[in-house]
């Protein structure tokens, strides 16, 4: 988790309502994602970004979208929170260059709930 | 569709036993393989990484083994430790950029003492 935090750390929500989550990252890494997971299911990723500004889509994108201003932050925003949108949400950095190939650093995660 | 299957969904050792966990998966065209260890509540970190060249790598008492051919890996633990109680992920990429991940759903492994 080093170099890679999140906040909030827990939420709870009513349907409806629009949630942004923060990620906030001290690596100076190019690259950013978005990740959700949910039991039964490997993590899936919602949104990626490969530069200030440069974001795209996921497998599942759908309900979500992205921000990404400066290196360091990148937001996630529930426009309408729905109740499927209950998860644990991960996000991950890593540099770039071919050799970096191997490795996301993850965040410690954020605890959604939408009642 | 790529798919990363893993077994067995969980596994209870006693402190101080080895055990082996497995992964076999459909992605192509593969790059790499990663295994992750996940503490409860927490991020998954990462163990090993093996790209198509590799069969085999170790990270402490935690060894990895692919098997191209057979898209077969496995990942052995030896003399287990109660720190080593976690979700352990299997995670195969189709590309270097690293955007094509696909994670199996973990492997729950608790040791007790």
């Known amino acids: 988790d080093a170099g890679i935090t999140q906040s909030p750390r827990h939420k709870v929500t009513e349907t409806g309502t629009p949630v942004t989550l923060r990620c906030h990252q001290t690596?100076?890494?190019?690259?950013m994602y978005w990740y959700r997971q949910d039991p039964g299911h490997g993590l899936r990723l919602i949104h990626y970004?490969?530069?200030?500004?440069?974001?795209d889509k996921g497998e599942v994108s759908d309900g979500y979208s992205v921000s990404r201003s400066k290196t360091e932050d990148f937001l996630l925003t529930l426009e309408s929170a729905t109740s499927s949108q209950t998860s644990v949400y991960f996000c991950?950095?890593?540099?770039?260059?071919?050799?970096?190939?191997?490795?996301?650093?993850f965040g410690p995660g954020t605890r959604l709930t939408v009642l | 569709k790529n798919q990363v299957e893993q077994s067995p969904q969980s596994l209870i050792i006693l402190e101080g036993k080895n055990c082996t966990l497995q992964?076999?998966?459909?992605?192509?065209?593969?790059?790499?393989l990663r295994w992750y260890k996940q503490d409860t509540g927490r991020g998954p970190v990462s163990l090993t990484i093996m790209t198509f060249s590799e069969n085999t790598k170790s990270n402490g008492r935690y060894t990895a083994t692919l098997d191209a051919d057979t898209k077969q890996s496995s990942l052995h633990i030896t003399a287990s430790q109660l720190s080593d109680s976690a979700s352990y992920i299997c995670v195969v990429s189709a590309d270097f950029g690293n955007e094509k991940l696909t994670f199996g759903t973990g492997t729950r492994l608790t040791i007790i003492p």
């Open positions: 690596e100076n890494h190019r690259y």
């Open positions: 970004s490969y530069g200030v500004k440069d974001t």
């Open positions: 991950a950095s890593r540099p770039p260059g071919r050799f970096s190939y191997n490795e996301q650093f």
């Open positions: 992964c076999n998966y459909t992605v192509s065209p593969f790059s790499n």
